[in-house]
């Protein structure tokens, strides 16, 4: 029996969902990528730190996603093992402490921004339409109208390469600008306390609805993306660089540069991660050769 059967085993001894040969396009934002060999879904901690040493033990490739978002998977697929938390693994709630909120790293950032508003509690405003989930925030401090993760988080659990269940304090997180000490590890984020502000539900609303409304009006929700593809650039913002250099609309096969907003590269359909990859370092050499800015790609790729 090989090793990914055995892994399919353990899967059916555990009552854990997983899917053979999923098709990653379907677990994308960008709509893009190959098959990975096994997808699971686990629904709580204990799968995912047996599913972990299993891997680990065994010498199989493992990765995590979330909903998908700020990723881009190879045309080719990924072999071995991605973890999904997602829907199985979202529950939110409140502490004992006043103004904290416990929360599964798959509920979606939206989904606790939404449960704040009706708590009457403030601060995550910013996670209103972004469209990943606690987890994925986290690992790289996600942020939008002046708000980000590292405002909020208090501390995280999470299993660790060989599959220990630790957990980890924000002080240690080393959160700064789309980057966290999740960044350079490989370990799986399971649970996400938040501490937020008593607040006035219909102002906190108010707030939600204005920054939907800039969203609407700024970015391309009308296609899949993997929203902002690169990094702010000290001292200047990417999509105005972008747009400077002449790019904005530029396609290559199905993937073009918004023509609404020039940070972000759509899938006009049928977009490769051949064709995404290729544009981005169109954009990348064009953007440094007239601008002297190098443009660094936020995206992450499995």
Known sequence: MTDLLKLTSLCQNLECEYILNAPMKEYTTFQIGGPCDVLVRPYDERQIALLVQFCAANGIRWQVIGNGSNLLVPDGGVSGVVIQMGPNFSYIRRSLHPGELICAAGASLSAAAAFAQREGLTGLEFGWGIPGNLGGAL?????????????????????????????????????????????????????????????????????????????????????????????????????????????????????????????????????????????IREIQNTVEEQTGYRLECELRQL
Request: glycine content about 12%; hydrophobic content about 35%; aromatic content about 8%.
């Open 139 to 279: 690992f790289m401090n996600a942020g939008a109208y002046g708000g980000e993760m590292k405002d909020v988080v208090v501390s995280a659990e999470y299993v660790d390469q060989m599959g220990n269940a630790r957990s980890i304090e924000a002080a240690e997180m080393q959160l700064g600008y789309r980057r966290s000490v999740f960044s350079d590890k490989e370990w799986c984020i399971t649970k996400v306390k938040l501490q937020l502000r008593a607040g006035d539900p219909e102002k906190i609303r108010e707030t939600m609805e204005e920054l939907m409304a800039r969203r609407k009006e700024k970015q391309p929700l009308e296609y899949p993306s993997a929203g902002s593809v690169f990094k702010r650039p000290q001292g200047n913002y990417a999509g105005a660089l972008i747009e400077q250099c002449g790019l904005k609309g530029r396609r290559i096969g199905g993937a073009q540069v918004s023509e609404k907003h020039a940070g972000f590269i759509v899938n006009t359909g049928g977009a490769s991660s051949r064709e995404v990859t290729q544009l």
